[in-house]
């Protein structure tokens, strides 16, 4: 039987060898897109709320139509109202900051918010500062 064995070792290396190169594919992928809000700020002013910042991509790809979802709580943290935003830049490139500048009603009760993104609508982003942020 030592055909058997020398067959056996042979698809055990080559497995091996698959496992191996399936590793180093999954080290060479970029890291996905993260963005970052910079000197962000959510201020009230009488009965219009205004949202103002930076968002920096801190990722290695490109975020291609990036949506911001502000998610409005109340004393209690028990979400009261949900506002998307599209950013206006339709790409923001690795290292790249875009501005944000959005005003809406305010929502009843709404005391803080916090931010989650998607690009293109659909994939969620990592998040780095994503609050609560207080209204002023």
Same mark, same amino acid.
Request: charge should be negative; proline fraction near 6%.
């Given at each position: 039987?030592? %055909? ?5 070792? /042979?698809? $055990?290396?080559? &497995?091996? &060898? &698959?496992?191996? /190169?399936?590793? #180093? ?8 897109? *993260? ?10 002013? %009488? ?7 930076? *968002? ?10 990036? =949506? &911001? @979802? ?24 690795? %290292? ?18 916090? =931010?989650? $993104? @998607? #690009? ?6 990592? *998040? ?9």
């Amino acid at each position: 039987m030592p %055909g058997f064995r020398g067959r056996w070792f /042979a698809l $055990a290396a080559a &497995l091996a &060898l &698959l496992c191996a /190169a399936v590793a #180093a594919d999954k080290k060479q992928k970029s890291k996905p897109a *993260v963005v970052e809000l910079q000197a962000f700020k959510v201020v009230l002013g %009488g009965s219009q709320i205004d949202i103002d910042g930076t *968002v920096h991509n801190s990722g290695e790809r490109t975020i291609e139509k990036l =949506v &911001l @979802s502000f998610h409005f709580f109340d004393t209690q943290h028990q979400p009261v109202s949900t506002l998307k935003l599209e950013v206006d830049d339709e790409t923001i490139d690795p %290292g790249e900051d875009a501005g944000i500048h959005a005003a809406a009603h305010e929502p009843p009760r709404a005391v803080s918010l916090e =931010v989650t $993104a @998607s #690009a293109r609508g659909e994939k969620e982003l990592k *998040v780095i500062n994503p609050g609560p942020y207080q209204i002023e």
